[in-house]
């Protein structure tokens, strides 16, 4: 693991991003933004599973009022996810909202995007760049407002990470070429409240545009796979590209972006965390895959204590084993665990067996023992 990338701190609400905080998990509502109600409950069982920062689409004039009430009612920071109309982003800024998400491909007007940050200046609100390649400026087009076709645009034709010959533009060079055309537009209004993303769906575009711009700029990188698919397969898409980000030291807040509950991503978002070992927020589940050895339903087991354990926020390892012989050896580093046999359970601490109970029982004894397990001091 290499040493984290040193940042500009940027405060979101009362959260730090960057400057060598934790690395947050953000997630984005999947409502109505103009059903207050709606948006307002989804946040709230976002709050329940640990969301640090969430972000809502703000597409027309009533979806910006009302962020303003749904900041009311929340308690995580909340951003306003602004395309094409910098009117929005004036309206949620005037409204109360903790950071601004602007696209530099679809809010190209220099005019326009100083207005915006003379808004956020005088709020003292972080303003995101979010360069995404399922909406970059025409090839040629950066920062220009005439002229180009969004159906013409050449985007499609650059080549991804690896494909390029030598000298050829590719589509790392546009996409971080999108991102410093606005970030020298917000230093030039002596602006510094930055923090930047630069999504794709392609996993070795997306590493290497990220790689790129963190040798350039000392703000807080927002990391994400675009369009990452289904909980299972987004899931892993993400979790290899942002692994590969994050090992290097590089990011400050991520979001999992998934065709599913937005639970899911934040659940997802603290797993890459964790495996890394750069947050350990909540439990951790240590399970066996199962073999021929297991004399219970091991797979049914292990999805039952996870399901407990997601209303437990206590950091300790927790594991479920198939094989009274092997388990407690095999999972020696777990706080407690259970090694489930032929009608009986051994439950066990850092390996060391602590009672044998009936198979009846595992399940119950299991969670007992959790229960009973300390947190670490300062958790």
């Given amino acids: 693991m290499q040493q984290r990338r040193v940042t500009r701190p940027v405060y979101v609400g009362g959260v730090q991003v960057g400057g060598g905080a934790d690395i947050t998990v953000q997630s984005m509502t999947?409502?109505?933004?103009?059903?207050?109600?709606?948006?307002?409950?989804?946040?709230?069982?976002?709050?329940?599973?640990?969301?640090?920062?969430?972000?809502?689409?703000?597409?027309?004039?009533?979806?910006?009022?009302?962020?303003?009430?749904?900041?009311?009612?929340?308690?995580?920071?909340?951003?306003?996810?602004?395309?094409?109309?910098?009117?929005?982003?004036?309206?949620?800024?005037?409204?109360?909202?903790?950071c601004l998400r602007l696209n530099p491909g679809n809010l190209r007007d220099e005019e326009q995007v100083k207005q915006v940050v003379a808004a956020a200046k005088e709020r003292n609100i972080p303003i995101r760049i979010g360069v995404n390649f399922g909406s970059l400026p025409p090839v040629g087009g950066i920062g220009r407002t005439r002229g180009f076709s969004r159906h013409m645009d050449l985007v499609n034709r650059l080549p991804k990470a690896g494909q390029a010959q030598a000298g050829q533009y590719s589509i790392v060079d546009h996409m971080v070429a999108t991102a410093l055309w606005e970030i020298s537009l917000l230093e030039r209004?002596?602006?510094?409240?930055?923090?930047?993303?630069?999504?794709?769906?392609?996993?070795?575009t997306t590493v290497e545009a990220y790689r790129r711009l963190a040798e350039m700029v000392p703000y807080p990188l927002h990391l994400g796979i675009t369009e990452a698919g289904t909980v299972q397969a987004g899931s892993i898409r993400t979790a290899v590209g942002l692994g590969l980000l994050l090992y290097e030291g590089i990011g400050d807040t991520i979001r999992v972006s998934l065709s599913g509950d937005s639970t899911e991503e934040v659940?997802?978002?603290?797993?890459?965390?964790?495996?890394?070992?750069?947050?350990?927020?909540?439990?951790?589940?240590?399970?066996?895959?199962?073999?021929?050895?297991?004399?219970?339903d091991v797979v049914k087991l292990a999805n039952d204590v996870d399901a407990l354990l997601k209303k437990n926020n206590k950091n300790i390892k927790v594991a479920v084993?198939?094989?009274?012989?092997?388990?407690?050896?095999?999972?020696?580093?777990?706080?407690?665990?259970?090694?489930?046999?032929?009608?009986?359970?051994?439950?066990?601490?850092?390996?060391?067996?602590?009672r044998v109970v009936p198979?009846?029982?595992?399940?119950?004894?299991?969670m007992e023992e959790v229960e009973n397990t300390p947190a670490p001091a300062g958790d």
């Fill in 189 to 204: 209004q002596d602006f510094d409240q930055i923090k930047i993303s630069l999504k794709a769906f392609d996993v070795p």
């Fill in 267 to 296: 659940a997802a978002g603290y797993e890459i965390l964790k495996a890394l070992n750069l947050r350990n927020k909540g439990t951790t589940l240590v399970a066996c895959p199962s073999c021929g050895r297991a004399d219970v």
């Fill in 359 to 366: 198979e009846a029982d595992m399940l119950t004894a299991l």
């Fill in 30 to 98: 999947k409502t109505d933004t103009r059903d207050v109600a709606a948006t307002v409950r989804q946040i709230h069982e976002l709050e329940e599973v640990g969301c640090d920062i969430i972000r809502s689409a703000v597409p027309d004039l009533e979806a910006a009022r009302a962020m303003a009430e749904i900041k009311k009612r929340i308690n995580i920071p909340l951003i306003a996810d602004i395309h094409f109309h910098y009117q929005l982003a004036l309206e949620c800024a005037q409204g109360g909202v903790d």
């Fill in 321 to 354: 084993m198939g094989c009274e012989v092997n388990g407690p050896g095999e999972a020696k580093d777990a706080d407690v665990g259970i090694a489930a046999g032929a009608g009986r359970a051994v439950i066990f601490r850092k390996g060391e067996k602590v």
